[in-house]
C-alpha cells in the first residue's frame, strides 16, 4: 500500500473522530478524496479489503449462536422484508420515471429489479463496526441486527451462484466430512496455547476455511463464517476473537477506501444517489414494523431497524455483475457506491443519538408494541439484594464473589447475554437477563430497594448510557464504574458516576494487597 493511502487515512479517520464521528466515514472520505486527485487503487487495497471482511464474518461467526437464526424474528423479518422492500422500492422507481427524473425514465421492470435488490440488503461491515464501537454486539438488537445480516448473506450467496452460472461442486458434500473431524480440531486449538499462535490460528482457520470452500464453488466469505460458527462453542472463540480485532479493524481500512475508488461521480449522480438515499425510511419502517409484529418489544426493535438502515456493499458486488452481463449501465454502479457510502454516514450519524432519542419518545414507540412479548424479553426484579452488578464479565464475576464472601444476599448479577446468564445461573450464581440501556427496564424495578449499582463494562459509552438511565429513573443510591484510561475516569465522573476504579491501577493495588497479606499471615 502506497504511504500517500495511509496519510490520507489517517487524516481523515483523525478528522472525523475530532467531531465525534467513527474514523471509518473518514475513511470513505480519503477514499474518494483520492480517486478524485488521480490515484488508483491496486492489487494490495483489494487483498486488503478481502482480508478485512473474511477475518469480519469469521469473528462473526465465533460470536454467533447458531439457534438464532431459525427464530421468527429473525428468518421470517428478514424474508419478509426483502419481499416487501422490493415491492416498495420498484414502485418508487417507476414514481421517478414518471416524474422524468434522468436515469429512471428508460429503467425497465428488470433493471429496477435488480437496483432494488442490490438496496435490499444492509452492510454488514457497516452494523457490526457500529455494534462493536458500541458495545451492542451481544445485545438482543445487537443479536437480532447480526442474525438478520447472517440469513441476508446467504441469500447473497444464493444471488451470486444464480448470477454468474457457478454452481457447487459435488465436492461440496466433502464439507460435512469437517463435523466428523471437529474433536481433531479441538484438540488442535486447545493445544495452541495463549501466545502468538493464537493470532496466527485465527488466520490460519480464517484464510483457510476461505480457500476450502473457493475449491467447491461456493463464497469463501461464507466458508470464513460458517467456520467461525462452528467453533463458536468452543472456550477459546472469545480469545481468538479478541486476538484478531486489531487485524480486522486495520484491514477493513482497505475495504472503505476500495469504496471511494470505485468510480469518480458527476454532480447528477450525487444527487441520484441522494434521491436513493431517502429510501432508507422505508427500510427502517418495514424492519421496526415486522420485528414489533413478531412480538419484540419497541427499544429492541428500534434500535435493530436503525442499525439495519443503510445499503450494503454487496449491493455493489450485484451492481459490478449486471453491468458485466449487461444488465446494468455502469453509471449505475457509481451512484450505487454513493448512496452505499453516503448511507454508512447517514447511519453512523444517527445511531449516535439513538439512545437519546428513544428515550425522550419512548411511549411513540411503545404504542405499536403489542401486548404479548416473548419469553426472553419478560423481566422481573428476582430479589430484594440491595446490589446489582452489570455485566458478568470477568471484572463483574470477581466484584460478586468479592460481595457474596460477606453475604449471599447482597448481590445479584446482571448481563445481556442470555446464555452467559443460563451458565452462571448452573453455577449457582444469582443472575438475571436483561439490557441495563433500556429505558424501560427501570421502570420494571423497585429502585427503592437498590442502594448500590456496580456496572463492570468495558466500554465506558455503555457505563454512561446507563447513568444516565438511572438519573432518569429517579434512582436515588450510588453508581461505580470501571475505566481503563485517566481521561475515562474523568468523563464517568463528570457525568454523575459516584466512584470510578480504573482497571488497570485497582489489578495492581488489588495484587499487591494479597501479596502482602501472605508475608502478614507468615510473620503471625
Not at 74 to 86: A, K, N, P, R
Not at 153 to 166: E, R, Y
Not at 205 to 226: C, H, M, P, Q, T
Not at 275 to 297: A, E, H, N, Q, Y
Request: include cysteine.
Amino acid at each position: 500500500m502506497d504511504f500517500i493511502w495511509i496519510f490520507f487515512a489517517f487524516i481523515c479517520g483523525l478528522a472525523a473522530k475530532t467531531i465525534n464521528l467513527p474514523p471509518s466515514i473518514g475513511f470513505l472520505v480519503a477514499g474518494f478524496a483520492l480517486n478524485f486527485l488521480g490515484y488508483q487503487a491496486d492489487d494490495s487495497l483489494t487483498i486488503l479489503s478481502h482480508l478485512g471482511i473474511t477475518l469480519m464474518l469469521f469473528t462473526i461467526g465465533l460470536k454467533l449462536n447458531v439457534k438464532s437464526l431459525f427464530k421468527n424474528e429473525v428468518w421470517l423479518t428478514s424474508s419478509l422484508h426483502t419481499v416487501l422492500w422490493l415491492v416498495a422500492t420498484i414502485s418508487m422507481t417507476k414514481l421517478f420515471a414518471f416524474l422524468t427524473i434522468n436515469y429512471f425514465v428508460d429503467l425497465d421492470f428488470t433493471t429496477a429489479m435488480l437496483i432494488a435488490f442490490a438496496l435490499s440488503f444492509s452492510s454488514t461491515v457497516c452494523v457490526i463496526k457500529l455494534l462493536e464501537e458500541n458495545g451492542e454486539m451481544r445485545t438482543r438488537h445487537g443479536k437480532i441486527a447480526v442474525g438478520i445480516l447472517v440469513i441476508q448473506d446467504i441469500v447473497a450467496v444464493a444471488f451470486l451462484v444464480f448470477a454468474t452460472g457457478k454452481s457447487p461442486s459435488l465436492w461440496a458434500f466433502g464439507l460435512l466430512a469437517l463435523f466428523m473431524i471437529r474433536p481433531v480440531i479441538n484438540k488442535i486449538v486447545d493445544h495452541v496455547g495463549h501466545g502468538e499462535l493464537i493470532p496466527l490460528m485465527g488466520f490460519f482457520i480464517a484464510l483457510g476455511s476461505y480457500e476450502l470452500f473457493e475449491l467447491v464453488n461456493i463464497k469463501g466469505d461464507l466458508g470464513a463464517l460458517l467456520i467461525g460458527m462452528f467453533l463458536s462453542s468452543h472456550p477459546k472463540a472469545s480469545e481468538i476473537n479478541k486476538s484478531l480485532m486489531s487485524f480486522k479493524d486495520l484491514f477493513l481500512i482497505g475495504f472503505f477506501l476500495s469504496i471511494g475508488f470505485s468510480a469518480i461521480p458527476t454532480f447528477e449522480m450525487l444527487n441520484l444517489a441522494m434521491l436513493l438515499v431517502l429510501l432508507i425510511p422505508i427500510k427502517f419502517v418495514l424492519f421496526f414494523g415486522l420485528l414489533s409484529l413478531m412480538k419484540i418489544r419497541c427499544r429492541t426493535a428500534y434500535l435493530s431497524a436503525l442499525a439495519l438502515s443503510n445499503f450494503s456493499e454487496f449491493g455493489l458486488i450485484v451492481a459490478a455483475i449486471s453491468v458485466s452481463s449487461d444488465w446494468l449501465s455502469n453509471d449505475w454502479l457509481v451512484i450505487l457506491a454513493l448512496a452505499v457510502a453516503i448511507s454508512f454516514v447517514i447511519t453512523n450519524v444517527l445511531y449516535r443519538f439513538a439512545h437519546s432519542f428513544f428515550s425522550h419518545y419512548k411511549y411513540v414507540f411503545q404504542r405499536f408494541e403489542r401486548d404479548e412479548i416473548l419469553v426472553e424479553d419478560v423481566f422481573s426484579q428476582p430479589t430484594n439484594a440491595p446490589i446489582v452488578i452489570i455485566g458478568m464479565g470477568r471484572v463483574g464475576m470477581g466484584a460478586y464473589r468479592a460481595i457474596s464472601e460477606h453475604s449471599s444476599k447482597l448481590a445479584w448479577g446482571l448481563d445481556a447475554e442470555q446464555e452467559k446468564v443460563f451458565w452462571l445461573k448452573q453455577q449457582g450464581i444469582q443472575a438475571c437477563y436483561g439490557d441495563a440501556e433500556d429505558a424501560f427496564f427501570w421502570e420494571r424495578i423497585d429502585l427503592t430497594k437498590l442502594e448500590l449499582v456496580l456496572l463492570a463494562l468495558p466500554n465506558v459509552i455503555d457505563s454512561m448510557s446507563i447513568t444516565e438511565q438511572l438519573q432518569i429513573a429517579g434512582y436515588q443510591g450510588k453508581i461505580a464504574a470501571i475505566a481503563r484510561y485517566d481521561d475515562e475516569r474523568a468523563e464517568l465522573e463528570a457525568y454523575g458516576v459516584d466512584k470510578v476504579f480504573n482497571f488497570y491501577s485497582e489489578a495492581g493495588v488489588g495484587f499487591a494487597d494479597e501479596s502482602i497479606a501472605l508475608i502478614d499471615a507468615k510473620t503471625r
